[in-house]
């Protein structure tokens, strides 16, 4: 009760300052690609195990949340995490809200986002592959073992049918790879050829 008094507080001081909705100037600025790679040059994760669900999430646009997807029994271990920051999505009253819809690729660590607001930065991905890694045959042949395979990937988003941008990715934890969101669109975790 006390925590939802709090946010019901700020949201009306943000209101009340003409400050909801206006972009935070120290926010940073959208992640950058660092390159591009063509589609046909790329050796994407595979998925082993219970692929998971489609999920579609709304809550209030002004509030942080974090969107985590799982493969299926019977270990249910996290196949990505999706963190929106508060702030992430304009708001410009005190009952909007935002719908985020994530659909896995079959087969492949990746996905597709979709929202009904487009985001601000801040908004980060992280796919976990501790149990369900698939290095491909291809993926093995150019890179010798999967440790080397693993070193070698990228979170890329799609540009268009024919290329893919590499975003800056980063592996803050063993079997995790983490880069920033840069809205709708597709995203997947692959090695270069």
Not at 7 to 27: H, K, N
Not at 39 to 47: F, K, M, T
Not at 87 to 107: A, C, E, I, R, Y
Not at 109 to 137: C, E, I, M, W
Request: aromatic share 8%; hydrophobic share 45%.
């Amino acid at each position: 009760m006390h925590r939802a008094f709090l946010v019901v507080t700020t949201l009306g001081a943000l209101a009340a300052c003409g400050r909801a909705g206006v972009p935070d100037p120290a926010a940073p600025a959208p992640a950058e690609i660092t390159r591009t790679l063509p589609a046909d040059q790329l050796l994407a994760l595979e998925v082993a195990g219970v692929a998971p669900g489609d999920t579609s999430v709304t809550w209030p646009a002004a509030l942080e949340r974090r969107i985590i997807l799982r493969h299926g029994p019977p270990d249910n271990t996290v196949f990505v995490e999706l963190t929106f920051p508060a702030g992430t999505f304009p708001d410009t009253g005190p009952l909007d809200s935002v719908t985020v819809t994530v659909q896995p690729t079959p087969g492949l660590y990746g996905f597709r986002l979709d929202t009904s607001l487009p985001p601000a930065p801040g908004a980060q991905v992280r796919f976990k592959y501790p149990v369900h890694f698939g290095a491909t045959n291809a993926g093995l042949a150019r890179y010798g073992t999967r440790a080397r395979y693993e070193r070698a990937l990228l979170v890329l988003v799609q540009i268009d049918s024919l290329s893919w941008g590499v975003l800056p990715s980063t592996r803050p934890a063993a079997d995790n790879l983490e880069a920033p969101l840069r809205g709708a669109g597709r995203y997947l975790v692959a090695a270069p050829t």
